[in-house]
């Protein structure tokens, strides 16, 4: 099996097999990264596309520096929804009564609860930007801490911290009906 | 005692090799009431998250080679100069007549094999406009458009195999102008109308008796490896088309056809004019996927079966 560092250099020069297994092995978490990030099924498709023109576009000039090819992928992916933040000129929030809580009979038994993602993006919305990128990154694109901290520019403490905040922060909102 | 940041971090991923909520509990007691809540709503987030893209999408992105944003860059573009462009339509055909005129027929069968940034390209260029302004029929105006654009693609591949691949961008946007405006003169109202009038016999003629009816050079650079001639060729099927539908059609097979051969030059290519050739690549795809589809009717709306 070939290591990422021999696919992304023969992608480089060219070779649709080594490009195809780099689309194949990040496709499917750039798009629950953006189907976390904006919600909507059918922007996160049109995000997720404009990553990876973006990552096309770029891969020629793509150096290879030791730190996973996810970890560049998902800055475009991160700056893209920043574009998207900023062009759109304020952020989406959403009220606590949009948010659809998990029923609270029950919060022990939560373990078997399937959350809808739509459910928990309204959710992510009451979070701050940091957090909703932990998030998208640590769920949707399933990505180490210390990937995250690569993308998101950050120490890893930091992004535990956000981790942690976030979490507590979505079950308050998901869980109001318990906790408040 | 470790952090509960720290602990919630090393719990998540432990779920996520498959872990159990109650192990990861049992290795951190003196955190369990807190951590226990916590890793319950991880746990239903990561289950929420695990959404699968639709297949199709996945596998049209793919075929497509994402290029959405180059051709949004190109339609910005477009419509700066789109009205610039219709305005200047008769002098077009004034100074294409012109040109004609006072070139004379052999200076025209001489531009045809001309390449961009050459003396004659411009004869050439001309001459399709005239071309295009005296096509009265959107289907045949469409069929014309389809057949410069093969030219464009074998001039891309010419220019490549000549050295002269600074030019190939600039050929690669008008490949995609001439795509686009195929799907812009399919989805006008003059061309549904058409089809019908055309099944009726109302088929305009091309052209004949002007002299811009220069001889193809073949289009033998375009030819795929293993592609095999008649059936997988649009080329035949685009002059044979009678209406949009038979003109989309044709598209669809010229589309893979060019895809396949610039893929092909892409592989011999030296490495400095790759990266235009992939631009070509993705500009053609988008294009053509935009020709194919625009005036189609509505189009599904993308995130709903």
């Keep these: ?180 | 005692m470790a952090r509960i940041e720290q602990v919630l971090d090393e719990c998540i991923d432990r779920l996520r090799r498959g872990e159990s909520i109650e192990r990861c509990l049992a290795s951190h007691p003196e955190h369990a009431a807190e951590l226990g809540p916590l890793l319950r709503m991880a746990a239903a987030v990561g289950r929420a998250s695990a959404i699968e893209p639709r297949p199709e999408f996945k596998a049209r992105l793919k075929y497509q080679a994402l290029s959405a944003l180059q051709s949004a860059g190109e339609k910005k573009r477009h419509g700066l100069f789109g009205g610039l462009a219709r305005a200047r339509t008769w002098a077009t055909v004034a100074v294409g007549v012109l040109v004609l005129v006072l070139a004379g027929g052999g200076t025209v069968i001489a531009s045809t094999n001309s390449l961009p940034g050459e003396p004659l390209y411009g004869v050439k260029t001309t001459v399709e406009r005239v071309q295009l302004a005296l096509t009265p029929s959107k289907v045949e105006k469409a069929k014309l458009l389809a057949k410069f654009a093969d030219r464009r693609v074998n001039e891309i591949v010419s220019l490549v195999t000549q050295g002269k691949g600074e030019r190939v961008d600039q050929t690669s946007v008008a490949l995609a102008r001439d795509l686009n405006r195929i799907g812009e003169t399919l989805s006008s109202p003059a061309a549904v109308k058409g089809e019908a009038g055309l099944l009726g016999g109302e088929a305009a003629a091309p052209p004949q008796a002007y002299p811009t009816q220069t001889p193809e050079p073949p289009s033998v650079a375009v030819a795929a490896p293993g592609e095999r001639g008649g059936e997988d060729d649009g080329r035949a099927e685009v002059k044979a088309a009678r209406s949009p539908t038979e003109v989309r059609e044709a598209l669809r097979k010229e589309a893979l056809r060019h895809q396949a051969a610039l893929e092909k030059l892409l592989e011999k290519a030296e490495e400095k004019d790759k990266p235009a050739i992939r631009r070509a690549i993705l500009r053609a795809a988008q294009a053509y996927q935009a020709a194919i589809e625009e005036g189609d009717g509505p189009r599904g709306e993308p995130g709903k079966p």
Excluded at chain 1, 53 to 82: D, T, Y
Excluded at chain 1, 99 to 114: C, F, I, L, N
């Design chain 1, 1 to 180: 099996m070939q290591d990422e560092e021999s696919i992304v250099r023969a992608a480089q020069k060219g070779d649709s097999d080594a490009f195809s297994m780099l689309y194949e092995g990040h496709f499917d978490k750039v798009y629950r990264y953006m189907s976390l990030r904006v919600g909507d099924r059918a922007e996160a498709e049109d995000m997720t596309q404009q990553v990876f023109v973006k990552a096309f576009e770029a891969l020629p000039a793509f150096k290879w520096r030791g730190a996973p090819f996810a970890s560049w992928l998902f800055r475009i992916a991160h700056n893209q929804v920043v574009d998207r933040q900023r062009r759109r000129g304020k952020q989406v929030t959403t009220s606590l009564e949009e948010v659809t809580a998990v029923s609270g009979d029950d919060p022990e038994g939560m373990v078997e609860t399937r959350m809808s993602v739509e459910q928990v993006v309204a959710a992510t919305r009451r979070l701050t930007p940091a957090q909703r990128e932990v998030i998208g990154l640590r769920f949707g694109a399933e990505m180490s801490t210390s990937e995250v901290a690569r993308v998101m520019g950050k120490s890893e403490g930091a992004v535990k911290a956000l981790q942690h905040s976030a979490v507590v922060a979505l079950r308050k909102v998901l869980m109001r009906d318990d906790d408040g």
